[in-house]
């Protein structure tokens, strides 16, 4: 797991961009703090900055600076730093100081002496911490299709009066909405969490981002006990939810500045690597608590049938809640971040917090006021609303960053304004979308899917006997009933597979890091985008062969093997385009543009699912996969010209 630095930070043995330039992760804010303000208009590649720069020819080998006079060493105050190691010991027990004194990771001694047991254990706080959140944001995806499968068997079960009770096709398509708002608020809150460490401290970040954590799992334990939930109940727990999807952010940003340059991949390895099979526990546990009553538990089916949706909010509250204790007693917040009141550092963090909510709130409110409207009537439509919804919530997330937020924040945000005058900010965000976008779309659409695709069948009901398969024009001649969403006898069980395209895809990322620092990180991605893109038609053209059989379960296992062959290229991809955003800014961009390029792909979450819900709809879900597949072809195409062809603008990235 610890590999999984590799693609979260690219640190060279060398020095060549681990010296004072840690490429990095996502959406940490750079650690410069002076108050020098950047020069937007000085070309990325000036002298200093281009010399570090991998050319072709040099891929993964250390480039040298050339050669400086020696510095003078200078006299080590023996007693000043005994004192710094003393005053650190208050913060190294087992209830340790909140604040520390001081914190210089790259000081060896104080590192030996007692700064190597506060990292780690600020990072074994911090792990338990940010599995959670993505066990929760992704909850979405299980509990969907656990609620479709009760209903299937008893009508009575969620019929979700409040949406006009819906049946069929239509009740397939509402229940995307669930992990599609979910994605919307976790993309939109990335953006505040940015920033959010150095204005209110780590510690206090994270004990209150999993405390936010347990309401929306205490909102799906006690409203989803009631077999008459309403829907818009379940809009508002996903919507809170989205806290899981924006605390990535600020967990790695905080764990980055405990650790010296020499072990970021260590520390970021085992935080953002465990953090991201939160998604896979998530889907592996939750079915196994839904599906059992604990003897104890009623049925919440009036038929009796068995399930208990609940259950996965009251597997996630109390883990939740043990986590934030253990974050709020064994973490730490660094000697300059935060404020000097507890109180008022909290106070900063719900106030930026709640505004992202808000702002995500918004978003949500425009998508259920807009969903009988002519525009969307149409699959191009639904589509463009999905976009435009996307563009509302992040321009309205800025412009409230800029304005409203804390004085700290407003001064983090106008100093990285400068990214945006990059053309290869834009670049690399288009080719961030295709990577962690798709891999935390596809994990939010993957068991429903499954679902979908193989839970029904299509037959003929005469006589009170229903026979798979036929044509719905001989079936009527016949005077039967046509039925084209029965459920499928022979259904695989989709939750003993939900699990494993987040798991592929979190555990492949480190390997996609370590290929990029021996062939490059260009390289590595366009062998990905080829791959994924041939695999992104083949599972469209599969779809829909399989949409056209009477038994669909015999191309089960040929969906599986590519989806799962997607999960694997876009978490190949999430490595490699980190190595290239390391090299190709100069290290007080490099963070920021990741920043917000993780925040937009983020989105992936909300766009993916809705996309799938739209298809299946219109009954051609294979034309998403064509769509994405497309969509790869625009990036292989940018990620060439800039970055591979002969004389491209930067060579070796």
């Known amino acids: 797991v610890a590999l999984i630095g590799r693609g979260e930070s690219q640190l060279s043995n060398n020095g060549v961009y681990a010296s004072g330039q840690v490429a990095k992760h996502d959406s940490q804010i750079t650690h410069n703090d002076s108050d020098e303000e950047i020069d937007a208009d000085a070309p990325l590649e000036d002298a200093n900055w281009h010399s570090n720069v991998v050319t072709d020819d040099q891929v993964a080998k250390p480039v040298k600076d050339v050669e400086q006079p020696k510095d003078v060493e200078q006299p080590i105050d023996e007693a000043a730093e005994e004192e710094k190691i003393q005053s650190l010991k208050s913060s190294a027990g087992l209830c340790p100081k909140v604040k520390l004194a001081v914190w210089e990771p790259e000081n060896e001694k104080q590192w030996e002496a007692v700064g190597k047991r506060i990292a780690t254990r600020n990072l074994f706080a911090s792990i338990p911490n940010l599995t959670c959140a993505f066990g929760v944001w992704l909850v979405w995806s299980v509990l969907a299709s656990k609620i479709q499968l009760m209903h299937d068997e008893d009508p009575n079960v969620y019929p979700f009066t409040d949406w006009g009770s819906p049946q069929g096709n239509d009740y397939k398509v509402l229940l995307y909405t669930l992990p599609a708002v979910a994605g919307l608020s976790g993309g939109t809150l990335r953006i505040p969490n940015s920033f959010m460490t150095q204005v209110s401290g780590g510690r206090n970040v994270v004990f209150n981002t999993s405390l936010l954590l347990c309401v929306p799992m205490l909102i799906v334990a006690l409203g989803m006990s009631n077999s008459d939930c309403p829907f818009n109940l379940l809009v508002v727990a996903a919507l809170l939810s989205g806290v899981g999807g924006g605390a990535f952010a600020s967990s790695m940003s905080n764990i980055s500045f405990y650790y010296p340059k020499s072990q970021q991949g260590y520390a970021l390895g085992m935080n953002g690597g465990i953090g991201n099979l939160g998604v896979s526990i998530s889907q592996l546990l939750a079915p196994i608590f839904m599906a059992t009553s604990f003897g104890i538990l009623p049925p919440v089916s009036p038929a009796g049938v068995l399930g208990w949706p609940s259950n996965a909010g009251w597997l996630w509250t109390p883990i939740c809640f043990i986590s934030a204790l253990l974050a709020y007693f064994w973490m730490s917040n660094q000697p300059n ?35 009988d409207s002519d525009f969307i009537k149409t699959p191009a439509g639904a589509i463009g609303q999905k976009f435009l919804l996307v563009l509302l919530v992040c321009v309205l997330e800025h412009i409230v960053m800029y304005f409203v937020t804390p004085t700290k924040a407003k001064i983090r945000v106008k100093k990285q304004i400068v990214i945006f005058k990059r053309k290869h900010t834009y670049v690399m965000t288009w080719l961030y979308i295709m990577c962690f976008g798709s891999f935390i779309g596809y994990s939010g659409s993957f068991p429903k899917l499954i679902t979908d695709l193989f839970g029904y069948v299509k037959g003929c009901e005469l006589d009170g006997e229903f026979t798979i398969g036929g044509s719905q024009s001989a079936c009527e001649n016949d005077g039967g009933i046509w039925d084209d969403s029965r459920t499928n006898p022979n259904a695989p069980n989709v939750f003993a597979f939900a699990w494993m395209g987040a798991a592929v895809g979190s555990l492949i990322r480190p390997i996609g890091g370590t290929l990029s620092d021996k062939f490059g990180g260009a390289k590595v991605t366009m062998v990905a985008i080829i791959w994924c893109t041939a695999a992104a038609f083949a599972q469209g053209i599969l779809v829909n062969r399989t949409r056209q059989l009477d038994r669909p379960e015999a191309n089960f296992g040929w969906f599986v093997f590519i989806q799962l062959n997607l999960f694997l290229c876009t978490g190949t991809m999430n490595g490699s385009t980190f190595r290239t955003i390391g090299v190709l800014f100069p290290p007080e961009e490099s963070g920021p543009v990741l920043g917000w390029s993780s925040a937009i792909a983020s989105y992936g979450a909300f766009i993916i699912p809705a996309m799938f819900g739209i298809a299946i709809k219109a009954g051609a879900p294979e034309f998403t996969f064509y769509g994405l597949g497309g969509y790869y072809v625009t990036c292989a195409i940018l990620n060439f010209w800039y970055y591979i062809r002969p004389g491209c603008e930067k060579p070796g990235v």
Request: hydrophobic share 50%.
């Open 337 to 371: 971040h935060g404020e000097k009141s507890n109180l008022t550092s909290f106070f900063y963090f719900y106030w930026m917090e709640i505004l992202g909510i808000a702002v995500s709130a918004c978003g949500v409110i425009v998508l259920i006021l807009t969903r």
